[in-house]
């Protein structure tokens, strides 16, 4: 039998204030439910609530003191202790109609919400006194879904999605409150922040070039910034400084968990190498373009401008993808999670707090990766299908990781390839749909390849390489004059180049992807467009507004509500950004000899505005993105043809606008889960990005200065191979030098793509709106045909790993034990990530004596290793020795 104390909860305002602990009196006696606008709760009840909200381990919790009971949980009780039953049904009505086609809402939720509301009068009389048994209630981590208590857990789910998520995954990592006299924007948040970017910088444009490339990630640093902050809390005296008219604390006080956030937040602007960096590269080093006037102030009006003008598209996106509840932007969730790990103080009410399980974890993935790294290499490339066979071309072709497309059951034991498509981050639907679209692009590069389509079938089959006609990488200064521009003449001589079976699928795929995603959008959320493009049209008007409501019809989020107590960016900000770094792409053009007309940035600008609504909202709700580089590309090389200088440079904007103005908003997003003053968050980025910028300008030169021994080249002696700098070059040439008319005249079947992406929507989307509601819901065509993308130089092998801990952890794990993944699901990815990375830092920089030894070589015999070749059909054999079209027949 349940224990009948009541626990009597006083009226608690409905907002954010902290809490307080005479907010809560303990009772042993029955009190009229209507005393003091109060309900009696019982212990079992109490349980239940707390059993929902993700404690497991209720025995560690002391029902009898309310006041040591997390602060988070104290305040749901007070909220669904204050709720009326008419509140609660308007809350569950307008949620159920909110997220009718949410594919984030988990199902077994909205059903539940719909059995609440549509509970009979006569079944509503299932009340606390007439449960006898708990068992009821506690036997499994799902039991809430049993409608046990219909007058509690109607109010229970209502202050859930109303109050704190209607998501889970959130509600596992954020606080439905805030606490706005947490330290945060401190000088030492600061500091730090802007130290370990300095640091970052230099690590990640260093071996950025690198295969594979090192990166100082944001997790990784996110761990040293808790004991720098911890140290600098223990040791600097606690002095003011006064600098001119600021006041300088040294030392406030104890290291926060909003400084770590911010702090974070600081760091992520420079955890990537700025994109010019490629095209600085690709102009200077003699290998590409080999071009003497790149000075140094060419560089800096081509890095700000292109890092910066994604940062004032921000302004008018807030509406869109950082205030509605339904962008959760998956892929930041596990740094909240981490975060919250690191810091959380009330983390003592469970046997395996956060922060323990997290260093375990980190520590077991630290020492395991020696072994796939190092002692074992087998372990991260097991191609173990290639060992009976390692000559055979069509094993490899098939089940190869190296040279192959990577068809394998189990293709690897190491957690940086399991984790290439972020299995434990995005939602198990979006990785579901992705992978299908990979197998299906496997398919299409099969039958391409071995159909001999387009003379596929003479070059290897997964390869992002060019070819000439005579199957050799193609040699692109044989087609350029003495000045690095195009030369028709030689051109007729060597032919055009030729793409593999997996670069055509890539290709192909991509035209298909962007008339595909824009109109698929518009035909199944046309009302979520719409409102996008309106709130986006609200946010330009309210610039140029003193007053106005800057969350607008959002105003009821929880979030926003918490929010408000902080101000906004002023918009006149982002529009000085704007203008100064359009001023700087406008410079870089006019002074410089990038054979680029002024319009051309003004169109670029104007291609990535159209594409920013629909690349943000998918991203956003799926996690899964997708560059504009080689839509521009088209555009470019068809409006300015044979000139490669004027791709890369338009490029560069092209695919950095809206890629910038993304990872800002996505920082926007962390802020906003956390409660950080979004000034203190827009100074960081705009300072650390600078730092960014001019770190990497440094570094860069260093590298291009200091005769480093064939840098760029295949086999490199300190694998500084280039793979994105040579991709780089090689799309100037096809797309700008030769032009994409001749790349359609050779591959007609390229401008048959755009039309197939178009046609595409029809049966896509009668599907959507019509298919059976058991697979329509989490059809994501978008995502199906981005999984096209996965290949060359990937394969199969960087995906296959991940759907199976995708499967285990974002749908076995989340659906039966709920509270155990919200609890832990977020520190397994954060740990498993911070291993590996320190532990591949330590592993590169003491520079160990390589390990000869079967385990160390077994998977890179035969062709998979490159000592045999990976070409089945001898060029040699065809007529005049070469393949393709006829001397005097080529475009």
């Known amino acids: 039998m349940i224990d009948q104390n009541y626990i009597e909860l006083q009226q608690y305002p409905e907002s954010n204030d902290n809490i307080h602990e005479d907010d809560f009196i303990i009772n042993d006696e029955d009190e009229d439910d209507d005393k003091n606008n109060s309900l009696s709760l019982t212990k079992t009840q109490l349980s239940l609530i707390l059993h929902r909200l993700g404690y497991i381990d209720l025995h560690d919790l002391d029902l009898n003191n309310i006041q040591n009971l997390p602060k988070s949980a104290q305040y749901m009780i007070n909220i669904i202790n204050t709720m009326s039953i008419d509140t609660a049904i308007e809350i569950i009505r307008n949620t159920l109609a909110d997220h009718i086609e949410d594919v984030n809402f988990p199902r077994d939720e909205y059903n539940l919400l719909e059995k609440l509301l549509h509970t009979t009068s006569t079944s509503k009389q299932l009340t606390k006194i007439e449960i006898e048994d708990e068992?009821?209630?506690?036997?499994?981590?799902?039991?809430?879904?049993?409608?046990?208590?219909?007058?509690?857990?109607?109010?229970?789910?209502?202050?859930?999605?109303?109050?704190?998520?209607?998501?889970?995954?959130?509600?596992?990592?954020?606080?439905?409150?805030?606490?706005?006299?947490?330290?945060?924007?401190?000088?030492?948040?600061?500091?730090?922040?802007?130290?370990?970017?300095?640091?970052?910088?230099?690590?990640?444009?260093?071996?950025?070039?690198?295969?594979?490339?090192?990166?100082?990630?944001?997790?990784?640093?996110?761990?040293?910034?808790?004991?720098?902050?911890?140290?600098?809390?223990?040791?600097?005296?606690?002095?003011?400084?006064?600098?001119?008219?600021?006041?300088?604390?040294?030392?406030?006080?104890?290291?926060?968990?909003?400084?770590?956030?911010?702090?974070?937040?600081?760091?992520?602007?420079?955890?990537?190498?700025?994109?010019?960096?490629?095209?600085?590269?690709?102009?200077?080093?003699?290998?590409?373009?080999?071009?003497?006037?790149?000075?140094?102030?060419?560089?800096?009006?081509?890095?700000?401008?292109?890092?910066?003008?994604?940062?004032?598209?921000?302004?008018?996106?807030?509406?869109?993808?950082?205030?509605?509840?339904?962008?959760?932007?998956?892929?930041?969730?596990?740094?909240?999670?981490?975060?919250?790990?690191?810091?959380?103080?009330?983390?003592?009410?469970?046997?395996?707090?956060?922060?323990?399980?997290?260093?375990?974890?980190?520590?077991?993935?630290?020492?395991?990766?020696?072994?796939?790294?190092?002692?074992?290499?087998?372990?991260?490339?097991?191609?173990?299908?290639?060992?009976?066979?390692?000559?055979?071309?069509?094993?490899?072709?098939?089940?190869?990781?190296?040279?192959?497309?990577?068809?394998?059951?189990?293709?690897?034991?190491?957690?940086?390839?399991?984790?290439?498509?972020?299995?434990?981050?995005?939602?198990?639907?979006?990785?579901?749909?992705?992978?299908?679209?990979?197998?299906?692009?496997?398919?299409?590069?099969?039958?391409?390849?071995?159909?001999?389509?387009?003379?596929?079938?003479?070059?290897?089959i997964n390869s992002n390489y060019l070819f000439n006609n005579k199957a050799e990488v193609y040699d692109v200064h044989s087609i350029l004059n003495d000045k690095n521009q195009f030369d028709n003449d030689k051109y007729q001589q060597i032919g055009?180049?030729?793409?593999?079976?997996?670069?055509?699928?890539?290709?192909?795929?991509?035209?298909?992807?962007?008339?595909?995603?824009?109109?698929?959008?518009?035909?199944?959320?046309?009302?979520?467009?719409?409102?996008?493009?309106?709130?986006?049209?609200?946010?330009?008007?309210?610039?140029?507004?003193?007053?106005?409501?800057?969350?607008?019809?959002?105003?009821?989020?929880?979030?926003?509500?918490?929010?408000?107590?902080?101000k906004e960016v002023p918009d006149w900000w982002f529009i000085t950004i704007l203008v100064v770094s359009t001023s700087f792409a406008i410079a870089t053009v006019t002074f410089y000899d990038v054979e680029t007309p002024l319009w051309g940035i003004f169109l670029v600008i104007f291609v990535n505005f159209i594409f920013l609504i629909p690349l943000t909202s998918i991203a956003s709700v799926t996690g899964f993105s997708f560059g504009l580089n080689v839509l521009i590309e088209l555009i470019v090389g068809y409006l300015i043809p044979n000139s490669g200088l004027a791709l890369i440079t338009l490029k560069a904007f092209g695919y950095n606008i809206d890629s910038q103005a993304s990872n800002y908003i996505t920082d926007q997003k962390l802020a906003h889960y956390t409660h950080l003053p979004p000034k203190a968050v827009f100074k960081g980025q705009i300072i650390s990005t600078l730092i960014n910028i001019f770190v990497a300008l440094i570094i860069t030169n260093w590298l291009l200065d200091s005769n480093i021994p064939n840098l760029c080249e295949q086999n490199q002696k300190y694998n500084l191979e280039c793979p994105g700098a040579n991709t780089y070059f090689y799309s100037s040439i096809q797309y700008g030098e030769i032009g994409p008319a001749k790349v359609f005249k050779l591959y007609p079947v390229f401008k048959w793509c755009f039309l197939l992406g178009a046609i595409l929507v029809v049966p896509c989307a009668l599907f959507k709106k019509y298919g059976p509601r058991k697979f329509t819901t989490s059809f994501q065509p978008t995502i199906i045909m981005g999984g096209f993308l996965d290949f060359a130089p990937y394969n199969l092998s960087y995906f296959t790993g991940g759907l199976y801990m995708s499967y285990l952890f974002m749908y076995k794990l989340k659906t039966n034990y709920l509270n155990l993944w919200e609890r832990y699901n977020y520190i397994l990815s954060s740990g498993l990530t911070v291993g590996v990375a320190f532990s591949s830092l330590v592993i590169f920089f003491i520079n160990l004596p390589s390990l000869h030894w079967w385990g160390n070589t077994v998977s890179y015999q035969g062709i998979e290793g490159g000592k045999l070749s990976d070409i089945w059909r001898n060029v040699t054999s065809s007529p005049d020795g070469y393949i393709g079209l006829r001397k005097g027949e080529f475009p």
């Open 135 to 460: 068992s009821r209630i506690f036997h499994n981590e799902k039991s809430y879904l049993n409608l046990v208590d219909w007058d509690l857990q109607i109010r229970l789910e209502a202050a859930l999605v109303h109050y704190h998520s209607p998501y889970p995954e959130v509600r596992a990592i954020t606080e439905p409150y805030d606490d706005p006299t947490i330290l945060c924007e401190t000088f030492r948040a600061y500091f730090i922040g802007f130290a370990w970017t300095f640091i970052g910088s230099i690590i990640n444009t260093c071996f950025v070039h690198r295969i594979p490339n090192i990166s100082l990630s944001s997790h990784t640093v996110q761990v040293l910034l808790l004991p720098c902050g911890k140290l600098w809390a223990q040791y600097i005296p606690n002095k003011r400084l006064k600098f001119f008219r600021y006041i300088i604390d040294l030392n406030p006080g104890p290291w926060t968990y909003k400084e770590l956030m911010l702090s974070t937040i600081i760091y992520s602007c420079s955890a990537g190498v700025p994109y010019s960096m490629y095209n600085i590269f690709v102009m200077k080093l003699d290998k590409f373009y080999g071009l003497k006037w790149v000075t140094i102030t060419f560089q800096i009006f081509l890095s700000v401008s292109t890092q910066f003008l994604g940062f004032s598209f921000a302004m008018v996106m807030k509406k869109v993808c950082v205030y509605p509840s339904t962008s959760i932007w998956p892929s930041i969730l596990p740094t909240i999670a981490l975060n919250k790990a690191l810091m959380d103080e009330e983390d003592n009410s469970h046997s395996m707090t956060r922060f323990r399980f997290f260093s375990y974890v980190a520590i077991f993935s630290f020492l395991y990766n020696w072994m796939p790294s190092y002692f074992f290499k087998a372990l991260a490339n097991f191609n173990w299908t290639t060992w009976f066979a390692p000559s055979s071309i069509h094993l490899v072709n098939i089940t190869g990781s190296s040279k192959g497309l990577g068809l394998n059951p189990w293709p690897t034991f190491d957690w940086n390839r399991i984790d290439a498509g972020g299995c434990l981050t995005l939602p198990f639907y979006s990785y579901v749909n992705r992978y299908i679209g990979s197998i299906l692009g496997f398919l299409v590069i099969v039958i391409v390849y071995y159909t001999n389509n387009n003379y596929s079938s003479y070059f290897p």
């Open 496 to 566: 055009p180049p030729y793409f593999s079976a997996a670069n055509l699928v890539i290709y192909g795929a991509h035209f298909c992807l962007y008339p595909f995603s824009i109109l698929y959008n518009f035909a199944t959320e046309w009302n979520s467009m719409k409102s996008s493009f309106v709130s986006v049209w609200i946010s330009l008007t309210d610039a140029f507004k003193s007053n106005s409501n800057q969350f607008g019809r959002y105003s009821e989020d929880p979030h926003c509500k918490m929010m408000s107590k902080y």
